[in-house]
């Protein structure tokens, strides 16, 4: 079990929880649970609020991951952090996380498409990039009217879980080549689109593809003798 519960983990649309701090100091805060999604994957931590009965109240500028399963709150500068035991209500910035959720959700029909190994991947609240390892000249125009179909037909999205022996047994699932999927917890966790992906993923999505709304692809570009960088946006 880890030291801070990853909510999100079961339900990306939890904005808020109660929680208890259980480490503070300069590194960040660590609560018993939290709605919080650590920087990770391509996918930036996320920034809110931890809130006391109180009345006393937290910015968190980031989130990341610590030891042994912690997860650190980042806290903006200029305050004293909570005591130890003291009960927060912890609520992250719900249209940042969103998009966030949107995009992600995005490049794995972006990967869906362009069916070659993923060599890097950055995600914002407005936009997203992956990097594939290929030759080949990518067709921005086409390749957005392939992904905004997927869109439109409003594929549902969920979460699964295998063990470590069950990935070992099916390497094809990892597309990414620069960073393997974490071993060593037991079990694994796979985002599914049916019949479109299917593949490691630890970050946070929508629930439905037709929620990301439309994209396009801005640019393709050469970013080495093997390698396409696609940046797509919101339209």
């Not at 989130?63 to 903006?76: F, T, Y």
């Not at 030759?135 to 905004?148: F, G, M, S, W």
Request: charge should be negative.
């Amino acid at each position: 079990m880890p030291v801070t519960e990853p909510l999100f983990q079961q339900d990306a649309y939890l904005r808020s929880c109660a929680a208890t701090v259980i480490e503070a100091g300069e590194g960040g805060v660590v609560l018993d649970r939290t709605v919080f999604y650590p920087l990770g994957g391509g996918q930036p931590g996320d920034s809110g609020t931890l809130r006391a009965g109180d009345g006393r109240e937290w910015r968190v500028a980031d989130a990341r991951k610590g030891e042994d399963g912690r997860i650190l709150h980042v806290l903006e500068p200029g305050r004293a952090w909570p005591e130890l035991g003291c009960q927060v209500e912890a609520a992250v910035d719900w249209e940042r996380r969103h998009a966030h959720m949107r995009m992600h959700t995005c490049l794995h029909l972006l990967g869906s498409v362009l069916r070659y190994g993923v060599t890097g991947g950055q995600i914002a609240a407005d936009k997203g990039r992956l990097d594939f390892d290929t030759q080949e000249e990518i067709d921005k125009d086409a390749v957005a009217a392939a992904v905004n179909a997927l869109v439109a037909a409003n594929h549902a999205v969920r979460s699964l879980w295998i063990t470590d022996e069950e990935l070992d047994r099916q390497p094809e699932l990892v597309r990414t080549l620069s960073v393997q999927p974490p071993r060593g917890a037991g079990r694994i966790r796979l985002l599914e689109i049916p019949g479109v992906d299917l593949q490691p993923c630890g970050g946070t999505h929508v629930a439905a593809t037709g929620e990301i709304g439309p994209v396009t692809v801005t640019k393709v570009e050469n970013k080495g003798k093997r390698n396409k960088r696609v940046y797509v946006a919101f339209a």
